[in-house]
């Protein structure tokens, strides 16, 4: 599209908008302010950078073989890059442990050091990015079923030290690049079918977690969360840290909550539970996704979930409180387009909570008036809504509309394809 339409465009939804008493341009502030942390597991199908690594478990599962995976960390930082060249704002990169700067070296988990992770620390300045980080609880002769909660007290202490660990790296991640990184903390136990001693397995996990959480790391360098999950594979009957499970815990603790959208159940919204969560806890972290059947890990799109969850964000005044991260793996498509496509769609749903006149439907609904918030709100979702995001991300440098995928599209041919 032209400069000229888009401005044109522009001009009319701002006079739309400022109908309903909405002012684009401080929603437009206020998005440049949202940081999304990429997961860099998006790039190769979670397999990270260990030599030899085996495949992936933990009952998390990436379905498909498109062409053009990462193979190493220069292509996984070039691919990065490229996502960071399509997205409007500025934006974090979420590492895994597996994702260290190994060489051909084998590094155990428990053995695992900053020195691994210097040259993400050097990548990410020269990228003007910041950085968060993930224990890596799966993939791994020890993580059979059981990790922190497991009987065997030689396998929990194993990933007592892992973690450990990765919070030092996180804390190091924060002071380097001067912005306190989230470590998020999600391990795999669980078991297929019923379980009779369920009150072991969660005492065992408790009892681990104060292990780890009992060392204070500085909080303007760290942020620790702890992230719940209803069911995976092969662990359909019983998963330890469930929900109640991490909630308890993360506010006895003062830890944040990771609420990922695809770990309740299909019907349950964790928009809901925003406004209640923030009552009792000061931060909270997301990972945004979407679940599909026995998947938890779609490509994110603008759907109403999404929508959903960042219209209660800002009407609840949060976005300080809140780290948004991506989760999701598919192989079975371009890659780097699904990064793209997952996290614009992810900042698409923001603009558009930005741009709700909350305050007014606020006032109307204590006033009683619900036909009035109903119209509204129905209103809102056929505005000129995609002007307000092509003129921002002109704005910002940074392709819209057909030329996003053509730039994906070129991407691929020039240089995915010819891995
Ligand atoms: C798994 C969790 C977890 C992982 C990543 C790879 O169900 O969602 O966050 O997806 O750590
Ligand atoms: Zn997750």
């Known amino acids: 599209m032209k400069k000229r339409n888009t401005h044109a465009a522009y001009e009319f939804a701002k006079e739309q908008y400022a109908n309903y008493g909405v002012d684009t341009e401080k929603a437009l502030k206020l998005l440049s302010n949202i940081s999304i942390s990429l997961h860099c597991w998006q790039g190769d199908d979670v397999t990270g950078f260990e030599p030899k690594a085996g495949d992936l478990t933990g009952g998390i599962a990436v379905t498909g073989n498109h062409q053009g995976k990462a193979r190493n960390i220069s292509e996984l930082r070039m691919d990065i890059e490229k996502v960071l060249t399509l997205l409007p704002g500025n934006h974090r ?8 700067d190994f060489g051909k070296k084998y590094i155990d ?4 050091t900053p020195a691994h992770y210097k040259s993400w620390v050097d990548w990410a300045k020269s990228e003007k990015i910041k950085l968060d980080f993930n224990a890596t609880c799966f993939s791994h002769p020890k993580a059979d079923g059981f990790t922190l909660s497991s009987k065997d007290k030689a ?8 973690v450990r ?9 924060g002071k380097e690049l001067k912005s306190a990184s989230v470590h998020n903390l999600w391990i795999p136990d669980g078991m297929k079918d019923m379980t009779v001693d369920k009150f072991t397995y969660r005492s065992l996990l408790k009892e681990s977690l104060d292990a780890i959480y009992k060392t204070k790391l500085n909080s303007d360098y760290i942020k620790d969360s702890v ?3 209803l069911f995976g594979i092969g662990s359909e009957s019983f998963v330890v840290g469930s929900h109640e ?11 944040m909550m990771c609420l990922d959208m695809g770990h309740f159940h299909p019907t349950e919204s964790i928009a809901d539970k925003i406004s209640a ?11 945004v996704s979407r679940g599909i059947r026995w998947d938890s890990d779609h490509i994110v799109i603008l759907n109403d979930d999404v929508r959903e969850l960042a219209l209660e964000i800002v ?18 498509v371009n890659r780097l387009g699904a990064w793209v496509i997952g996290a614009r769609s992810t900042l698409k749903a923001f603009l558009f909570a930005l741009l709700e006149p909350s305050t007014e439907l606020k006032k109307l609904e204590g006033q009683g008036k619900y036909i009035d918030r109903l119209a509204i709100l129905e209103d809102m979702k056929t505005m000129p809504f995609d002007a307000v995001w092509n003129y921002y991300c002109e704005k910002e440098n940074v392709a819209t509309g057909k030329q996003v995928l053509e730039e994906i599209n070129k991407y691929e041919k020039q240089i995915t394809i010819k891995r």
């Open 155 to 162: 396998i929990r202490e194993f990933w007592i030290e892992h």
């Open 227 to 229: 992230e719940s999950k």
């Open 93 to 100: 990169l979420n590492l895994h442990a597996i994702y260290g």
């Open 315 to 332: 009407r609840a005044n949060a976005l300080k409180r809140i780290n948004i991260g991506l989760d999701f793996f598919d192989a079975s």
């Open 245 to 255: 499970f991490y909630m308890g815990y993360a506010l006895q603790k003062k830890l």
């Open 109 to 112: 988990r428990n053995e695992i």
């Open 277 to 287: 969560l923030l009552l009792y806890s000061d931060e909270l972290m997301l990972h």
């Open 165 to 173: 660990r990765c919070r030092e790296i996180t804390a190091y991640f």
